[in-house]
């Protein structure tokens, strides 16, 4: 089986050269096809960061294998690590944090074990990086987050966490204030549930998790988030394990995964040989399961965990006053322990993993995913205008200008209502939303809505708007903070 190998920039080289020769040696039937991707190809002037060519062998092997990659400062170039994962729909990001023997940590000392699985959004919610100055004071990003995305990375989570016998799966969320968009996401975490009547299936709020995951990690098993979210708390489970080190990452998707570790190329140690490749080598020994060769991940696995046991260590970690050792030197502990099983650890066995390889099936066209439709109607539009103006006076302009059919149901400043009714205490910056409704709730066409855009325009300046819908008759909008 051939594997697309991108090194990546930054420690990058060191670390995949060194997790390769551990491959090598342990004599795995693979071919690693290296590709071109990373700041040095943003350089070349390809501002995908990536060669076509790159970009085909990725797209016909369906694995990636990366080392981290630096995405250029400045404006108009996007990520290639967020691109990568996007483009190709690895909608899920499985990070595994687990106590590992040799790695000390506080919580190893207070004998502490931890083992959490955290499955992460990995496409949408703020990560489109849609963002918009509404005025020259007010800066807006969409979160998208929809109803196939949030089954999608569900029922990937609850599957896993079946196959490797979790005891519970926990949807971590700030549904209490993103009451929508979490919501939904929410919402669809205990639709999927009902198909695991044996997994333990509870939600957290986001802040609250933060807090439990350090106090009580032992309460978690397989906890699954939005992206943005996910993100920052598999940070924080990282700094539980020994830090970003041992932090491995697997995006999954239907026919294209990407596996690399969570830490990104480290300027300050590259070039000097320090960098640990233990999250790399973590991450090739999921991208191994992955693909069926349970086997020999679990013999590579056995011989990083004896060398862990052993102490051998990089700078990064280890016993305060015994000697590091650097990239090479650790990779060759590793190679030298082939065959061997840890200790102290459980060993690692063969036992097939929960992810099964497909080749990539590319269709035609693009597939548009939806669930069964529902009635949408326009009943208003909420208006973000700009102005410097008492809100009074904003809703004058508003009732001079829109016509009988519609009503000015309220104006708000930063999501905080300020009129009808408000405090004289809330501060307001230059940016109203103006929520107009149609009488009695009326269905109204888009173009009498967009009329009412044009109405309004006359006399005040109009940054966006958003259309207020029912769908099935239930309302689709949050309402204002005191509404
Ligand atoms: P970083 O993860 O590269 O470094 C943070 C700190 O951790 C540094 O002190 C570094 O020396 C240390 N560190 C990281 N990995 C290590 C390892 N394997 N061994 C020993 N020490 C290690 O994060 P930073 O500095 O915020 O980002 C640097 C660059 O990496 C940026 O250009 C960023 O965009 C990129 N990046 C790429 C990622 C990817 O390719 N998936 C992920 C995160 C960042």
Redesign the pocket.
């Known amino acids: 089986m051939k594997i697309a190998v991108a090194k990546?920039?930054?420690?990058g080289p060191e670390?995949m050269d060194a997790v390769l020769r551990i491959f090598g040696a342990a004599n795995l039937p693979l071919e690693f096809v290296p590709v071109d991707m990373g700041k040095y190809i943003y350089d070349q002037g390809f501002s995908t960061g990536m060669t076509p060519e790159a970009k085909a062998t990725i797209e016909s092997l369906g694995i990636l294998f990366?080392?981290?990659?630096?995405?250029p400062k400045g404006k108009g170039v996007k990520?290639i690590?967020v691109t990568a994962r996007k483009v190709w729909n690895t909608y899920a990001n499985k990070r595994v944090f687990r106590s590992l023997n040799g790695v000390e940590t506080v919580f190893s000392k207070a004998g502490i074990p931890i083992d959490i699985t955290i499955v992460r959004e990995n496409i949408e919610d703020t990560y489109g990086g849609i963002e918009h100055m509404l005025t020259h004071d007010v800066a807006l990003c969409r979160r998208f987050i929809t109803r196939p995305g949030s089954l999608q990375v569900h029922r990937y989570a609850f599957e896993m966490a079946r196959k490797k016998n979790a005891r519970k799966i926990t949807c971590g969320h700030k549904a209490n204030i993103m009451k929508i968009t979490d919501g939904l996401f929410l919402e669809t975490f205990y639709e999927v549930a009902k198909d695991y009547p044996d997994l333990v299936a509870n939600d957290v709020i986001v802040d609250d998790l933060a807090m439990k995951l350090v106090a009580k990690p032992g309460e978690f098993d397989v906890v699954v988030l939005p992206n943005l979210q996910g993100d920052i708390i598999s940070d924080l489970c990282a700094g539980l394990v020994g830090?970003?080190?041992f932090a491995p990452s697997a995006n999954i998707g239907d026919n294209i995964s990407i596996f690399?570790?969570?830490?990104?190329?480290?300027?300050?140690?590259a070039g000097q040989q320090?960098?640990?490749?233990?999250?790399?080598l973590m991450s090739g020994i999921m991208m191994l399961r992955h693909i069926g060769l349970t086997e020999s991940a679990a013999k590579i696995e056995n011989a990083m965990l004896t060398t862990l046991e052993e102490g051998a260590h990089?700078?990064?970690f280890g016993k305060p006053g015994t000697p590091a050792l650097n990239t090479q030197q650790y990779a060759d502990a590793i190679i030298a322990n082939l065959g061997k099983k840890p200790s102290i650890t459980t060993p690692s066995t063969g036992a097939a993993d929960h992810i099964t390889f497909t080749a990539p099936r590319p269709l035609s066209e693009n597939p548009i995913k939806e669930s069964p439709a529902q009635k949408g109607e326009i009943v208003g539009a909420d208006f973000f205008v700009e102005s410097n103006q008492q809100a009074v006076k904003v809703a004058e302009a508003f009732n001079r200008t829109i016509s009988g059919a519609f009503e000015l149901q309220l104006i708000s400043n930063r999501g905080t209502q300020v009129w009808p009714t408000g405090s004289v205490f809330t501060e307001c910056m230059n940016q109203y939303r103006v929520r107009v409704i149609s009488k009695n709730d009326a269905p109204v066409s888009q173009q009498a809505m967009l009329q009412e855009v044009m109405n309004v325009a006359a006399e005040l300046k109009i940054c966006s708007v958003e259309m207020l819908m029912t769908y099935d008759g239930k309302k689709a909008f949050s309402l204002a903070q005191g509404q």
């Open positions: 990546g920039d930054g420690i670390i990366k080392g981290p990659m630096e995405t990520s690590n830090g970003l080190g690399e570790a969570v830490h990104g190329t480290a300027p300050d140690i320090k960098a640990n490749p233990t999250a790399l990089t700078a990064d």
